[in-house]
């Protein structure tokens, strides 16, 4: 690492960052034991992929064999960045020395998991480690929000059920529950989607966020078709797939509308298939394809100009697609670098590709994605090493910027676009 560099990762390092999206549980943000640094659905994958049935950590098992069996398999992904964050957590976090999580040394890490799980505040003490100021959540539509501490925590609301399961009695049982709207019609859906966006905003939620395949295109709905498919559903009738498409997309434009009626940015995360591999441990059965395309979108960027669409991709054609319609569309606003992407080789290339394409001020450089606290420090240290590099040698070293302007917009990234454009 040259000098430069080093003094900008100091730099970096001091920014008290935003982080806009992870799955931490508001009600259990941080690990009470090894078990729940373990159970990240990374570790569990990576192990069922070099031989490890899947079974072997069926979510109904202890947590000591949790542990026992992911320590013995451990050698067989030492090599991951994974595996890197892991151990960067330990020593930072719990001053485990050890170079290598072993069978012989676990037990020690395990306590030290469980005496700090003890201290008050943890999750806040690890975040302030972390340098992380707030952490946004991803939160069911019918979650009581009464409790969050809003001090730390940002909730938002996850639409992924809404507008590909109202077809679901179930689901619709809990709408109803929540917002007091039995859906008889295409009216009362769009009432609940009112009435959910203001529970939201009376609680501090400062987005809305949706996973969707990459063969989903957004159209300007057609509600005829869309309030015949809801018939169907209502009489206990199967949907077609043109039926299942109308409402989906119905469902989704009326989403799209409540942010702009918010003010809210509609968090898009792009191109997951879900249960490509059922036999997959819990959380790895998803994997990304490369076709469709944003064009798929633009349709829909046109027709919400007011409407912030911060966008996360899975694949690198998607990726460069993403720099490109934010070179050109002013609501689009690329954000993070999600799942399969979230390592430094890739990361850098997306990255360095924004910085040079993209202006500045659009960019929200990471979000952990993380489901325990612990895993912010190392998620986020991996991320500011990176931009650290790239900052360094493709803008100070050129001379396209000063150091002191390499470390304002390492600030936009971490901090100020993500609070501008989520109003937190």
């Known amino acids: 690492m040259s000098d430069l560099q080093a003094r900008l990762l100091d730099e970096i390092l001091a920014i008290r960052a935003i982080d806009c999206h ?71 976090l719990f001053a485990f020395r050890a170079e290598r999580l072993t069978i012989n040394n676990w037990a020690e890490l395990g306590q030290m998991v469980v005496e700090a799980a003890k201290q008050k505040d943890r999750y806040r003490a690890v975040l302030a480690k972390a340098n992380i100021e707030k952490v946004f959540l991803t939160n069911r539509f019918d979650e009581d929000l009464s409790a969050v501490d809003r001090g730390v925590f940002v909730p938002c609301l996850r639409t992924d059920d809404l507008v590909f399961q109202l077809a679901d009695p ?61 018939a169907r559903v209502l009489r206990g009738k199967d949907l ?37 591999y059922p036999a997959g441990v819990e959380g790895g059965r998803d994997l990304v394809s490369t076709r469709g395309s944003l064009i798929q979108y633009a349709d829909l960027f046109r027709r919400y100009p007011q409407v912030d669409f911060t966008i996360s991709v899975l694949s690198l054609a ?26 430094p080789v890739h990361i850098e290339q997306e990255l360095r590709a924004r910085l040079m394409a993209v202006p500045k001020v659009k960019l929200i450089g990471y979000y952990s994605d993380m489901y325990k606290v612990e ?14 590099r790239i900052l360094a040698r493709d803008f100070v070293e050129t001379g396209l910027m000063s150091e002191q302007q390499a470390v304002e917009t390492a600030t936009l990234l971490l901090r100020d676009n993500p609070k501008r454009i989520f109003g937190v």
């Open 22 to 92: 992870s799955h931490v549980p508001a009600e259990s943000p941080h690990a009470r034991t090894l078990a729940d640094l373990l159970g990240y659905h990374y570790y569990t994958e990576l192990a069922h992929s070099a031989g490890m049935p899947a079974n072997a950590v069926h979510p109904h098992i202890s947590d000591a064999d949790l542990i026992t069996e992911m320590v013995s398999r451990a050698g067989t992904f030492d090599n991951t960045v994974q595996y890197g964050w892991l151990m960067e957590a330990a020593r930072d």
């Open 170 to 230: 179930d689901l619709r049982g809990r709408l109803a529950a929540k917002t007091g709207i039995e859906i008889t019609s295409t009216d009362d859906v769009r009432d609940a989607v009112r009435w959910l966006m203001r529970y939201f905003t009376q609680h501090g939620a400062a987005s809305v966020a949706i996973s969707l395949p990459p063969d989903f295109t957004p159209a300007e709905p057609d509600e005829t078709a869309a309030g015949k498919a809801l």
């Open 240 to 276: 077609s797939d043109d039926e299942s498409r109308h409402l989906a997309v119905f469902v989704f434009d009326i989403l799209a509308d409540a942010c702009r009626r918010f003010r809210k940015p509609f968090q898009l995360m792009i191109g997951a298939v879900r249960n490509v």
């Open 318 to 343: 998607w990726a460069h697609e993403l720099a490109t319609f934010a070179w050109i569309f002013p609501n689009v606003k690329p954000s993070g670098h999600w799942w399969y992407l979230n390592m």
């Open 375 to 388: 895993f912010a420090l190392p998620k986020f240290n991996m991320y500011r090493r990176v931009l650290a």
